[in-house]
C-alpha cells in the first residue's frame, strides 16, 4: 500500500484530484443514491490522505477537516473504499491513518459525522456517540468522537 498525503488541495495534481472525486461520486452519490453537495467549500481547506496499490490506482481516501471549520474538534469526513475492495481491512487501514495524521498537532480529539449503521465500526475503533441520529441528505448520520490518541 502506497499512501498519499496532501496537507491542503493546493498541493494535490490534478490526476489525484479526479481520481479523488471520481470515487467520492461513485460511492456517495451513485452507490448511494444520494444527490447532495460533494464539493462544499471544505476541501480547500482540509488535508487529504489517499491509500493507493502498487500500481497507483485509489482505494481509499479521506479528508482531514481542521477544528473549528466543521465542528470543534478537527474531523475525518469523506471516508471511502472502493466497492470491491471493501471487507479487506482497508478501512480500518484509512481510518487508523487518517487518525495518526489529524492527532499529529496538538489535537486530542477526532469527531466523525458517521452513516448510523457504521455506528459499531466506529465503536470498535475507539469512537463513541455523542448525538442521536438524524437525517443528513436523506441518510441516518450521528456524530461520534475519539479522545485521546489511538
Same mark, same amino acid.
Given at each position: 500500500m502506497k499512501w498519499t498525503f496532501y496537507k491542503n488541495l493546493s498541493e494535490c495534481s490534478a490526476e489525484d484530484l479526479y481520481e479523488i472525486l471520481k470515487l467520492r461520486q461513485d460511492i456517495f452519490i451513485i452507490e448511494q443514491n444520494c444527490i447532495y453537495d460533494d464539493i462544499d467549500g471544505l476541501d480547500k481547506i482540509s488535508a487529504h490522505l489517499l491509500m493507493q496499490?502498487?500500481?497507483? $490506482? #485509489?482505494?481509499?481516501?479521506?479528508?482531514?477537516?481542521?477544528?473549528?471549520?466543521?465542528?470543534?474538534?478537527?474531523?475525518?469526513?469523506?471516508?471511502?473504499? $472502493? #466497492?470491491?475492495?471493501?471487507?479487506n481491512g482497508y478501512g480500518r487501514e484509512l481510518i487508523l491513518k487518517g487518525l495518526e495524521k489529524a492527532l499529529e498537532g496538538s489535537e486530542s480529539a477526532v469527531r466523525i459525522e458517521a452513516q448510523s449503521h457504521l455506528e459499531e465500526y466506529y465503536s470498535g475503533l475507539g469512537f463513541n456517540s455523542t448525538s442521536d441520529v438524524y437525517d443528513l441528505d436523506g441518510i441516518p448520520h450521528l456524530q461520534m468522537v475519539l479522545k485521546d490518541s489511538v
Open positions: 496499490n502498487n500500481q497507483g $490506482r #485509489l482505494i481509499g481516501y479521506l479528508r482531514i477537516v481542521p477544528a473549528g471549520e466543521k465542528f470543534k474538534e478537527v474531523s475525518l469526513g469523506r471516508i471511502a473504499v $472502493r #466497492l470491491e475492495e471493501r471487507g
